[in-house]
């Protein structure tokens, strides 16, 4: 045989430039990888469904954040029992979700570790005070008032949790709308409907009347005047501050509405001193949050407004008439008194949280102190002494000047949120110069909760941040609170 010779394959050109046909037996050519066959999507027809999303097992804590927070945002003008409920349950949750790692934002963490010290402290002066001494432990309802104090801790982790605020925000509005008009209708009419006895409302604190006229002290939903107005001071701060910053029209009609609510809500429970502090913030707003001429010069007129009321309403005239006389050397002066005898027989240590009323109805020989005045002294700062000593006053002012510093800090990066809280604080601090707030707690509570939020809502600045945009973007003038910077639009003019 002789050499090897190539042969053409099928394709490839022979020798003498003729092309070889491909023949039956020749191997067939590697196509490379195939193609799938035409299906019913290729043909026309609809393309399979996508694969199910399956959803994560179990509640995030987003959820039940959400949830409780909205209803808090609700029994904050409902009822005392339904609020203290919803906050207890709000603290134990707390404490699971601080188990599963959750954390506060770093300008919270003050306030809320010193929330759960204070609360620490006055649950367990009543032990202290009894080892040296003290004749008894208080009542258990009174006792476990500490963890009101605690509850501002709660409100602010809880809020820290929540991606959506509509349904928190729209419950509190509608809340203080709906209060109103109840408020009217038992201001202008006897209430005569039976209330269930296992409410517990105080139907006769609505047939109250004032100075002669034919017209009765509105309590709400409450049936309580003062658990009313003090509840509208606490939502005034961040209604009015909502409603004088630049946001979407539906959240400004909204914020406004809800700052008349407050104010009606106010002068018709015959407030004297709810009254005085909601005229001090309206100013305080016209001045700080806003430099329009004529935003300041509607603000104004409202006050005027609240006064000429008063001033008309026999009911009120006789209520301011005797203010002063009242605060100066009335009854509150009399518990003024009492509060500062049991401060000079225990002054380090106090008479235990929740002895306040035993301590002072035991000095009553000596101070003339009644049953009805003997159950605080008409000052926060007294009341907390009192009980609790030197260690829980102390505790009280890190709060309150932690708290206060960090909504002001917030304040400055443009929170709206933050800034109402402010002023709210002002609020709880003009009211606790005649009146122990923490004696009711749906008022402890109520502020509560507007304080919590404030400290962790993100306002527009986390959302602005987050879209690379300015923290606050709306270029205002620099006019707010002491130190207190431009606004933002408030969760992006979301309510």
Same mark, same amino acid.
């Not at 925000?169 to 038992?186: C, E, K, P, R, W």
């Not at 005034?236 to 104010?263: E, F, H, K, Q, Y």
């Not at 806003?290 to 026999?314: E, Q």
């Given at each position: 045989?002789?050499?090897?010779?190539?042969?053409?394959?099928?394709?490839?050109?022979?020798?003498?430039?003729?092309?070889?046909?491909?023949?039956?037996?020749?191997?067939?050519?590697?196509?490379?990888?195939?193609?799938?066959?035409?299906?019913?999507?290729?043909?026309?027809?609809?393309?399979?469904?996508?694969?199910?999303?399956?959803?994560?097992?179990?509640?995030?804590?987003?959820?039940?954040?959400?949830?409780?927070?909205?209803?808090?945002?609700?029994?904050?003008?409902?009822?005392?029992?339904?609020?203290?409920?919803?906050?207890?349950?709000?603290?134990?949750?707390?404490?699971?979700?601080?188990?599963?790692?959750?954390?506060?934002?770093?300008?919270?963490?003050?306030?809320? /570790?010193?929330?759960?010290?204070?609360?620490?402290?006055?649950?367990?002066?009543?032990?202290?005070?009894?080892?040296?001494?003290?004749?008894?432990?208080?009542?258990?309802?009174?006792?476990?008032?500490?963890?009101?104090?605690?509850?501002?801790?709660?409100?602010?982790?809880?809020?820290?949790?929540?991606?959506?605020?509509?349904?928190?925000?729209?419950?509190?509005?509608?809340?203080?709308?709906?209060?109103?008009?109840?408020?009217?209708?038992?201001?202008?009419?006897?209430?005569?409907?039976?209330?269930?006895?296992?409410?517990?409302?105080?139907?006769?604190?609505?047939?109250?009347?004032?100075?002669?006229?034919?017209? =009765?002290?509105?309590?709400?939903?409450?049936?309580?005047?003062?658990?009313?107005?003090?509840?509208?001071?606490?939502?005034?701060?961040?209604?009015?501050?909502?409603?004088?910053?630049?946001?979407?029209?539906?959240?400004?009609?909204?914020?406004?509405?809800?700052?008349?609510?407050?104010?009606?809500?106010?002068?018709?429970? =015959?407030?004297?001193?709810?009254?005085?502090?909601?005229?001090?913030?309206?100013?305080?707003?016209?001045?700080?949050?806003?430099?329009?001429?004529?935003?300041?010069?509607?603000?104004?007129?409202?006050?005027?407004?609240?006064?000429?009321?008063?001033?008309?309403?026999?009911?009120?005239?006789?209520?301011?008439?005797?203010?002063?006389?009242?605060?100066?050397?009335?009854?509150?002066?009399?518990?003024?008194?009492?509060?500062?005898?049991?401060?000079?027989?225990?002054?380090?240590?106090?008479?235990?949280?929740?002895?306040?009323?035993?301590?002072?109805?035991?000095?009553?020989?000596?101070?003339?102190?009644?049953?009805?005045?003997?159950?605080?002294?008409?000052?926060?700062?007294?009341?907390?002494?009192?009980?609790?000593?030197?260690?829980?006053?102390?505790?009280?002012?890190?709060?309150?000047?932690?708290?206060?510093?960090?909504?002001? /800090?917030?304040?400055?990066?443009?929170?709206?949120?933050?800034?109402?809280?402010?002023?709210?604080?002002?609020?709880?601090?003009?009211?606790?110069?005649?009146?122990?707030?923490?004696?009711?707690?749906?008022?402890?509570?109520?502020?509560?909760?507007?304080?919590?939020?404030?400290?962790?809502?993100?306002?527009?600045?986390?959302?602005?941040?987050?879209?690379?945009?300015?923290?606050?973007?709306?270029?205002?003038?620099?006019?707010?609170?002491?130190?207190?910077?431009?606004?933002?639009?408030?969760?992006?003019?979301?309510?």
């Amino acid at each position: 045989m002789g050499p090897h010779r190539h042969r053409p394959r099928a394709g490839e050109r022979r020798a003498d430039g003729a092309v070889r046909r491909r023949r039956p037996s020749d191997p067939r050519p590697d196509p490379g990888p195939r193609r799938p066959a035409l299906g019913s999507a290729r043909l026309g027809a609809a393309p399979p469904p996508p694969a199910r999303v399956v959803r994560s097992a179990g509640v995030s804590p987003a959820r039940v954040a959400t949830v409780l927070l909205a209803a808090w945002a609700a029994a904050f003008w409902l009822a005392e029992g339904l609020l203290q409920g919803v906050a207890d349950l709000a603290l134990v949750v707390s404490a699971v979700l601080v188990l599963r790692g959750a954390t506060l934002p770093p300008d919270a963490r003050l306030p809320a /570790r010193a929330a759960l010290a204070l609360g620490g402290w006055q649950a367990v002066s009543p032990l202290i005070a009894r080892a040296l001494g003290a004749p008894g432990l208080p009542p258990a309802a009174l006792w476990l008032h500490c963890l009101d104090t605690a509850a501002l801790a709660a409100a602010a982790l809880l809020g820290a949790q929540v991606l959506r605020w509509t349904w928190p925000a729209a419950l509190f509005v509608a809340g203080g709308l709906l209060s109103l008009g109840l408020s009217a209708v038992q201001h202008a009419v006897r209430w005569s409907i039976p209330i269930p006895a296992f409410l517990r409302l105080p139907v006769g604190r609505v047939h109250e009347t004032f100075g002669g006229e034919d017209r =009765y002290a509105a309590g709400g939903f409450f049936f309580h005047r003062l658990r009313l107005a003090h509840a509208s001071v606490a939502a005034l701060g961040p209604a009015v501050a909502t409603a004088l910053r630049p946001a979407a029209v539906r959240t400004g009609v909204l914020a406004a509405a809800l700052t008349l609510s407050c104010l009606g809500c106010i002068v018709l429970s =015959y407030a004297r001193a709810a009254l005085l502090t909601a005229a001090l913030l309206v100013a305080l707003a016209a001045v700080a949050v806003t430099r329009s001429a004529r935003v300041r010069t509607v603000l104004g007129a409202l006050v005027l407004v609240l006064g000429a009321a008063a001033l008309v309403s026999p009911g009120w005239h006789a209520r301011l008439g005797a203010a002063i006389e009242n605060f100066a050397g009335g009854e509150r002066a009399l518990a003024r008194g009492a509060g500062w005898d049991l401060v000079h027989q225990h002054p380090w240590l106090g008479v235990g949280f929740g002895n306040y009323r035993a301590a002072a109805l035991g000095r009553a020989s000596v101070t003339g102190i009644t049953d009805q005045l003997s159950r605080d002294a008409h000052s926060i700062a007294l009341t907390t002494w009192a009980e609790s000593g030197l260690p829980g006053l102390v505790l009280w002012v890190l709060l309150h000047a932690a708290l206060l510093r960090a909504l002001l /800090r917030r304040a400055r990066k443009g929170n709206t949120v933050a800034l109402g809280a402010a002023l709210s604080w002002i609020g709880y601090q003009t009211l606790g110069l005649a009146h122990h707030l923490p004696f009711h707690p749906s008022v402890a509570l109520g502020f509560a909760l507007v304080w919590g939020v404030g400290l962790v809502y993100p306002g527009s600045a986390l959302r602005g941040s987050a879209h690379g945009g300015s923290v606050d973007g709306e270029g205002l003038p620099g006019a707010a609170l002491p130190g207190v910077g431009a606004g933002s639009r408030a969760a992006g003019g979301r309510p």
